[in-house]
């Protein structure tokens, strides 16, 4: 099974992101000089703080006494307050979870962080306020620092299609299984995080710890709602009944953006990275799949991400060219002429070795393997 820890090693020990690991530090070091400490809720630490030694330390949208922020500013800390009235927390430690997103689903999905984020992105994207977009990034930067905690030393495989293949498709069973079986090879499966191809490859490693019947049953079950419209609340809501008929399912990660406001995130990634900028969430899933990645039919977007993966793999700017296998001769040949095209790239150079067009999806993790090495 896939190895992923629930919150992996840190690239950097003086970082705080739970209370646990405040405590933890408070109890072990004596001392919070230096220390990073990201969106923890401090009110009821107000005895620690006042007497812990902050000096140079950094508090990033932590809730606080003011007794308390008075003291480690006089400290020399600096202290970046939460702000009041956000859907999202931009100085977010760790990446969101599917019932975060989705939380108040029952009142409708327009009710829910999710939809509320989006429709911030929406309102202060049209007045191009910098105060705005400053937050965008710091909450952008901050879950491209969690992945990279949550992903380190995992074996990623990005599974790349479009949002639109419905549930309840033989197409959507077969990205299912890929995803089931990549995670039973014991990869860590990283989507788009959206609907359709993606959402089926995240449900396959969610299904992997179970049987052939849960998947059979669940795919039956996901048909029912087989698509996002009309209704978001419908299509997610779906999905968490299979979740809390078969808890504890394999995980994933998912790499949405509410750029593309009308494709909500697929609630079978266990981890979900959710971007305001389209640009760094596309260019980030493409980097960090560093076992290779599987594209499945898709149109515009799924040939942007072929090209967007060559061209790193083609001067070798991330190292040793990984894997790149094309599912369904007809239409990378035929429909989309796509794979001549990368053939063509690869022709006399490191990359040849590592580009696989496959027929079927069964294929797919045989060839992973194979030019894997």
């Known amino acids: 099974m896939q190895t992923m820890p629930a919150h992996a090693a840190h690239h950097d020990d003086r970082e705080i992101e739970t209370l646990e690991e405040f405590d933890a530090t408070v109890a072990a070091r004596g001392t919070l000089a230096g220390h990073r400490v990201q969106a923890v809720d401090l009110t009821d630490r107000t005895r620690e703080l006042l007497t812990t030694d902050t000096a140079g330390a950094i508090f990033l949208g932590c809730a606080m006494r003011e007794d308390a922020a008075a003291k480690i500013r006089a400290d020399g800390a600096l202290v970046f307050?939460?702000?009041?009235?956000?859907?999202?927390?931009?100085?977010?430690?760790?990446?969101?979870?599917?019932?975060?997103l989705f939380a108040s689903l029952p009142d409708g999905y327009e009710a829910t962080p999710d939809a509320r984020a989006y429709a911030w992105f929406q309102r202060t994207k049209a007045d191009g306020d910098?105060?705005?977009?400053?937050?965008?990034a710091v909450h952008d930067d901050s879950v491209s620092d969690a992945l990279d905690e949550l992903l380190s030393g995992a074996r990623v495989v990005g599974v790349m299609g479009g949002h639109a293949m419905a549930r309840g498709t033989e197409e959507y069973a077969g990205a299912a299984r890929l995803?089931?079986?990549?995670?039973?090879?014991?990869?860590?499966?990283?989507t788009?995080?959206?609907?359709?191809?993606?959402?089926?490859?995240?449900?396959?490693?969610?299904?992997?710890?179970?049987?052939?019947?849960?998947?059979?049953?669940?795919l039956e079950l996901l048909g029912k709602a087989p698509h996002f419209t009309p209704s978001i609340t419908q299509w997610a809501s779906a999905a968490f009944e299979?979740?809390?008929?078969?808890?504890?399912?394999?995980?994933?990660?998912?790499?949405?953006?509410?750029?593309?406001?009308?494709?909500?995130?697929?609630a079978f990634a266990s981890h979900i990275a959710k971007y305001f900028a389209n640009a760094t969430r596309e260019d980030g899933l493409l980097a960090r799949?560093?076992?290779?990645?599987?594209?499945?039919?898709?149109?515009?977007?799924?040939?942007?991400e072929i090209f967007d993966n060559a061209t790193p793999n083609y001067?070798?700017?991330?190292?040793e060219p990984t894997p790149m296998v094309l599912v369904n001769r007809a239409h990378w040949t035929e429909k989309l002429p796509t794979w001549p095209l990368l053939q063509s790239l690869a022709k006399g150079r490191s990359m040849e070795t590592r580009i696989a067009l496959v027929?079927?999806?069964?294929?797919?993790?045989?060839?992973?393997k194979r030019l894997g090495g």
């Open 81 to 100: 307050p939460p702000v009041p009235d956000l859907p999202f927390d931009p100085y977010r430690g760790l990446v969101y979870s599917p019932d975060e």
């Open 130 to 136: 910098i105060y705005a977009s400053m937050l965008r």
């Open 179 to 190: 995803g089931r079986e990549l995670a039973r090879a014991g990869f860590t499966v990283a």
């Open 192 to 218: 788009g995080g959206g609907p359709g191809a993606m959402e089926a490859a995240n449900f396959g490693a969610y299904a992997a710890p179970f049987d052939d019947e849960m998947l059979t049953d669940s």
């Open 242 to 266: 299979i979740r809390t008929r078969w808890p504890q399912g394999g995980r994933s990660v998912g790499i949405p953006t509410w750029f593309y406001g009308h494709e909500p995130p697929n």
């Open 289 to 304: 799949s560093t076992a290779g990645v599987v594209f499945l039919p898709g149109a515009a977007g799924t040939v942007q």
């Open 315 to 319: 001067y070798e700017s991330r190292g």
């Open 359 to 368: 027929e079927r999806i069964e294929e797919a993790p045989e060839a992973l």
